[in-house]
């Protein structure tokens, strides 16, 4: 019978919130940086990086994404962002996860074609040539967009993303509330890791798997519990200031010659790669 230490569980409970946490502000250096996408206007740089990763969206061949995955990697270079810290925040789940959910299309059960490995005779079950290509470029494909996506907050800080959301036409509600969510998920976090340490605290022997998830489970709804109440707490605060469903922002950030220049590259750069992939060029 496997038996879980409750020590262990909030242990590495606690530990993964404070890494979390660590990485959300370790983050946060880059975008102080003096690189390339640091200086670029913040709504040049999100329409910039949007124009690439819908070329790499539009692209079917793998060269293309090859390209449109090296220049990514080119701008975070140009970005002073650490290229071993950038693979790790780019491919270590989504690429990965993609690669699994496109695993079965490798088989002629699912993309029938040319036999690459044969792997029953009787029924006949191969890998194929088409269904490794197409689950290679799927993956390849959502490694690219994450690539451009990840560029988007690691160079510029979150209080710019939103303003220049905003000035690009969001809805005042959506922006309200991601910087909501953002501004007090690390408060809730705090909440988890006085619940862990205080749940800790009382663990005195070894407790069984089945009696852990118990734990967790009373955990996740006490945590979503004060979620609730907080919300309403911050409503209520909100509207006793009169709050009135619409926020004012100032916006100092001007487009200048460079950033136009960085437009039409991102324009330029992606109708060719998109041109050449449909081999118009």
Known sequence: MFVMSGNKLYDKTIEHVIKYINESIFFEIYTKKDG??????????????????IGSVLCHHIYSLIIFNLLALFLAYLSKIPILVYLKRVYIFIPIFAGIIAFPLIFNLVTPGHDLIVLLNNPHISITYEGLKYAVIFTLRVATCVSYAVLIPITTPWN?????????????????LANLAYRYIFLLLNHLLDMMYSRKSRVVKDIGMLESWKDAGKSMGALFLKTYEMGEDVYYSMMSRGYLGEVRYIYNEKIRLKDICFLIFSIVVTAILVLWDKGIL
């Open 160 to 176: 710019k993303v939103t303003l220049a959301l905003k000035k690009l036409g969001v809805p005042d509600v959506v922006i309200t």
């Open 36 to 53: 390339l996408l640091q200086n670029i206007e913040s709504r040049i740089k999100i329409i910039s990086l949007l124009i690439f990763l």
